[in-house]
């Protein structure tokens, strides 16, 4: 499932074989919440920046249309029209980011819906169940992400739970996985790593998940309120307590910049919405750094967004006309822009990828590390 090609360091490059396909690793998986990328986009134009894997959201998709609606109607794969992997999230960061609406207890976590107040439960076993109507390729095990920083005594209480969900989680999957109408019998199960930025904490519930022999494993509960320079210790710490024959995946993250050095730590997967909801506000990104296209300086510009850019985008548009589109308020800016972030982030990851493969991903490292998170 998982095969490890090439190291340099700490770096991996690998493949990683689901039934929907084989990802090229390192990678970056493109945010479709609701089973589309906010901006405009579908899967064909996906395909087109050069997208291996789409996310999506277990509780979004359970909250509208429902997930068993997408199960009748043959699965999120056929439902968005997509046939390469999908990651679903299980609804664990729902837990964190709609904390107002929120309670966790030993058996889940009881909801109010965001769309239109609803009481809603949710606990591992539901979000198995969602996640297997839906079909994903990949589901995420249930847990809860708490907050940076956390009091040590939660965060230990917190990341427990979380153990004793995911072997909830992975004894509902097997049960899933053995059902006639279940739409896809192979899916796969990663379990998450949790603890704020306590490295024991991590370390404990690392070793703990790690014995339960799953498909692949998470790091969750980063880029949520603490320094970059946090985020990097706690990777490092965890790093060797993670299985080496299995895909590593850090959730929801983010700049170009925290992709190169999370995978010169070891990590192999990635996403983040940031590409596309920075794109939407006309922030983008290039190989000289970061733009607002908002500025005056582009109002007479003809150059592209990135001249060393191969998206369509790129290709045909030039910052001035983009530009324009914003100050219109014309869909097509948000759409164009998506398109550019989206192939930048594939683009970059291909990059990596060509460097580890060369040999040559502590220079790559060194040029780009800093330049691409840098705004002009």
Known sequence: MYKLLKVEGKARRAEFETVHGTVQTPAFMNVATCGAIKGA???????????????????????????????????????????????????????????????????????????????????????????????????????????????????????????????????????????????????????????STYEDIRIDNMEKIAALDLDGYAIGGLAVGEEKEEMYRIITAVEPYMPVDKIRYLMGVGTPGNIIESVYRGVDLFDCVMPSRNARHGHLFTKKGIINLNNNRYEKDISPIDSECDCPTCRKFSRAYIRHLFKSKEMLAMRLCVIHNLRFYNNLMEEIRKALDDGSFAEYRDKYVNILDTRI
């Open 41 to 195: 986009l579908s899967s064909t134009d996906l395909e087109a920046v050069g997208c291996q894997v789409m996310l999506s959201n277990t509780y979004h998709l359970h909250v509208r249309p429902g997930d068993e609606l997408i199960k009748e109607l043959g699965g999120l794969h056929r439902f968005a029209a997509w046939n390469g992997p999908i990651l679903t999230d299980s609804g664990g960061f729902q837990v964190f980011s709609l904390a107002s609406l929120r309670k966790i207890k030993e058996e889940g976590v009881y909801f109010q819906s965001h769309v239109d107040g609803r009481h809603i439960f949710m606990g591992p076993e539901e979000s198995m169940r969602i996640q297997s109507n839906l079909g994903s390729t990949v589901a995420m095990a249930f847990d809860e992400c708490v907050e940076n920083p956390a009091k040590y005594k939660y965060a230990k209480e917190s990341a427990e739970r979380t153990v004793r969900w995911l072997e909830r989680c992975k004894a509902e999957m097997t049960r899933l996985n053995s059902l006639p109408d279940t739409i896809n019998k192979n899916q796969l199960l990663f379990g998450i790593n949790q603890g």
